[in-house]
């Protein structure tokens, strides 16, 4: 069902499209950080019967396993009834987004008032994250190997943080700088109070906010050092347009791919799963992939040849690289959407449009596809031909025109594998904005889409 309006095929009951819009804002609105995402995950995976893989000496087709890294990747498979050597059906999508993180030292006062200082994550407009309510994520590591979680406005009885900017009377200076000069990074500091601690103390209101801090959570100045604090933008995320069609919220980049690819392995029949079925949830996408938790790292290489090896498997690690090798991915990830204010920077013939379904994207990259995956034909083709016999709407896209810019994914990481990759995703409004938009009923087409592919 190429190039269909969705909307369509949901005319006499729209109610599977919104009921499963609802699970998903509850994803979104718990999943504020790589960290949260990968816990609301290990929730949903235990809930249908999953067991963490350290617990299985060995495996046999239906069994379900999971497997957690370092708690910010989450990668879990159904064992089908075809050899693991015959490949996977692999879903890969990752749970960052673009943020802010407090820096290692980061409460000072200046002129009265305990600010946090900040250094942000990922591609961000700067400017869009000014004069807006936010909230503090995290965890802080004491010495002593105590974990504290922190999570500060997104309670209704909690405070909230925000960036201050500049009155529109005393702007003028500021009003003649380019969009990307008019707030600079380092400027990017939320308040944090303005009330001094009682008695003639130096950095008074400084002093006022580690009490807080300390009396909360029993933590020091110094165990800020060892900390991984995220400010987000604080609240749920809400119904979006008057006929309720679409949903607003925070990081729909990837989360949504995320949620949609976990929830087609969860409503999977285990029994009707020849190829071996996976779902991995990873970090770090949103700058450069790199670290050991992002999909760069041996983890995951690591994690097959663990499989193999509980499947019977001789040589693991030899067997790792046959089973990636012959595995087959959609690599799911988000598209920008087709924005009729922003016409000119698309081809409006190759677009991601809401309401279409899912979209493919044979190559992703910059200009000259730079850092692209782009799919082989025979492989598009075999989608193609998935989705038109599930009856999934679906649609092609490009990352805007060719010069305009562009962006990447993890597909050519997992293709460095030798495996059939491409991306496949969901259109969005507002990427990397504190703000994003996607339609329910293209959340709910990808749903189906990964559900298909996982069973052929």
């Not at 998903?24 to 990968?38: I, M, N, Q, V």
């Not at 350290?54 to 990668?75: E, H, I, R, T």
């Not at 006022?208 to 749920?236: C, F, H, M, Q």
């Not at 083709?381 to 010069?403: F, H, P, S, T, Y």
Request: charged share 25%.
């Amino acid at each position: 069902m190429y190039r269909s309006n969705a909307w369509k095929k949901y005319e006499k009951d729209v109610s599977p499209v919104m009921d499963f819009a609802e699970g998903y804002k509850d994803f979104l609105s718990f999943s504020k950080t790589e960290r949260l995402a990968a816990k609301k995950a290990v929730e949903l995976l235990k809930a249908k019967g999953f067991v963490d893989l350290k617990d299985k000496a060995s495996l046999k087709a239906g069994d379900k396993v999971y497997f957690v890294n370092k708690n910010k990747n989450v990668a879990a498979f159904i064992i089908g009834s075809l050899p693991l050597e015959e490949g996977m059906r692999i879903l890969g999508a990752h749970i960052d987004s673009p943020r802010l993180d407090l820096k290692e030292h980061p409460i000072y006062e200046r002129n009265g008032f305990a600010l946090g200082d900040t250094h942000y994550y990922g591609g961000v407009k700067k400017y869009q994250w000014v004069t807006i309510p936010l909230a503090l994520h995290g965890v802080v590591v004491k010495k002593d190997g105590t974990v504290v979680d922190i999570n500060i406005g997104e309670d209704e009885k909690d405070p909230v943080v925000g960036i201050t900017d500049l009155l529109i009377h005393l702007s003028a200076d500021q009003m003649a700088k380019t969009l990307a000069k008019a707030i600079e990074g380092e400027n990017l500091d939320i308040s944090l109070g303005s009330m001094p601690l009682a008695g003639d103390e130096k950095e008074a209101v400084k002093a006022n906010v580690l009490r807080i801090l300390k009396e909360k959570y029993d933590i020091e100045e110094e165990d800020l050092i060892s900390a991984e604090i995220e400010v987000t933008p604080a609240g749920k995320a809400r119904d979006y347009g008057l006929d309720r069609s679409m949903v607003a919220g925070y990081g729909h980049d990837d989360r949504v791919c995320a949620y949609t690819s976990l929830m087609a392995l969860l409503e999977s029949d285990a029994k009707a799963i020849k190829h071996t079925a996976c779902c991995i949830l990873v970090d770090k996408e949103e700058i450069g992939s790199v670290g050991a938790t992002g999909a760069h790292s041996l983890f995951f290489e690591n994690l097959v040849a663990e499989l193999a090896f509980k499947v019977g498997g001789k040589n693991p690690l030899w067997n790792a690289r046959t089973i990636l090798s012959n595995s087959k991915m959609l690599s799911s990830d988000v598209s920008a959407g087709f924005d009729p204010l922003y016409a000119s920077v698309n081809d409006p013939k190759n677009a991601a449009y809401f309401g279409e379904g899912i979209v493919f994207n044979k190559y992703t990259g910059s200009r000259g596809k730079s850092g692209s995956n782009d799919a082989n034909p025979e492989y598009y083709a075999e989608v193609r031909r998935i989705m038109d016999e599930n009856e999934i709407c679906w649609q092609n896209a490009e990352l805007g025109k060719v010069d305009q810019g562009g962006g990447g994914t993890i597909a050519y990481i997992l293709g460095n594998y030798n495996m059939n990759v491409i991306d496949a995703g969901i259109g969005v409004h507002n990427m990397h904005a504190p703000m994003e938009i996607v339609s329910k009923v293209d959340v709910y087409e990808a749903f189906l889409a990964y559900k298909a592919f996982l069973k052929y």
